[in-house]
């Protein structure tokens, strides 16, 4: 089967190179950037082992299923074309995350470019949704803070009172590869800093999807207050998110532990643990390392939820969802063990 990537260029896009030029079905053959067009994959990442492609302007030959690693807007135009010529597509920006065309505009301060395709998009997180991705042609991979939020709260979205914080740390490659002030080396080194104090464009994300597993546990449509705070710290990789709500119910931390674990029993990539996970403990990997507690004495639930950004925050995940589409077992080309320290 043949797999290609639009926007090969991005860290995104790399991390989709490598991860795909290892699995064991597919042959990467196509891969496409902008100002890098007529270059080399090791012309600009001599990390890569594969085959060196050329990087082209368009797909040149036919493709099974492509990924999508653009910037929003942008990739949903790739898409769109995509689709018309009958590949299945897996779109790695927020294009096609957010149901509601207005919401997505206001967040993102464009027109959705397609909004006809949003009802058939399908929300690429397979420990939810993996029967729709089964069958779906066109994937909206979740953002790298959402996966960690939404992967740390769903289990108790019956349970908490809806009044959430997510309070996350990322890594500076969750920024991109593009230069900005913000994220250079003397910014960021030996810092912490939150940004995006008045609304993160992932908040209306982690509220939607928290908002569905509320309502598909309780059977009814409530509204979720969330606050997102999330902070660049310094270093390349990883995202750990520590979410707190008021619990609803009584519920001891091996109740607890309990529950997550059973929500999880199906689930490869999600691993539930007893003790604060590092960032560390996922990196390069396609893992989301997930500690729910209880703090008696608020009544208050902590859950501390560690993963890649690049790998099941964007990459690794778009891996997941295809090998879902396409009848490989889920964990094909995946399965790596992260490395530490
Ligand atoms: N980084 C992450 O952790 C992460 C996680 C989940 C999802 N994503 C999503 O993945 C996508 C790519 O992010 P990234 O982090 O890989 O970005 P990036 O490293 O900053 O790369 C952006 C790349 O896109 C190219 N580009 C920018 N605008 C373009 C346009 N209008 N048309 C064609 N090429 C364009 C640039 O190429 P030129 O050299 O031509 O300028 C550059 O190589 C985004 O939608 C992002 O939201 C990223």
Known sequence: MKVGIVNVTGYAGLELARLLQAHPEVELTQVTGRSAAGQRLSDIFPNLTGPDLPITAEFEEAVDVAFSALPHAASAAAVIKLLESGVKAIDISADFRLKDPAVYEQWYQVAHPAPELLHEAVYGLPEIYRDQIKQARLIANPGCYPTSAILALAPVADIIEPDIIVDSKSG????????????????????????????????????????????????????????????????????????????????????????????????????????????????????????????????????????????KGAAGQAVQNMNLMMGFAETTGIEATPFYP
Not at 264 to 277: G, L, Q, S, T
Not at 300 to 311: A, E, Q
Request: proline share 6%.
């Open 172 to 311: 500076v490659s969750g920024a991109g590869r593009t230069l900005s002030f913000t994220t250079h080396y003397s910014e960021v080194n030996e810092s912490c800093q939150a940004y995006s104090i008045g609304g993160h464009r992932h908040l209306p994300e982690i509220v939607q999807e928290v908002a569905s597993a509320r309502e598909r546990a309780l059977g009814r449509d409530e509204a979720v207050s969330m606050l997102f705070v999330p902070h660049l710290v310094p270093m390349t990789r990883g995202i750990l998110s520590d979410c707190y709500a008021r619990l609803a119910v009584p519920l001891s931390a091996a109740q607890l532990r309990d529950r997550y674990r059973e929500f999880y029993r199906d689930a490869p990539f999600v691993r539930i643990v007893d003790r604060p996970p590092q960032t560390k403990h996922t990196w390069g990997s396609n893992y989301c390392v997930i500690c729910p507690c209880v703090d008696e004495r608020t009544n208050r639930l902590i859950v501390l939820s560690c993963l890649d950004n690049l790998v």
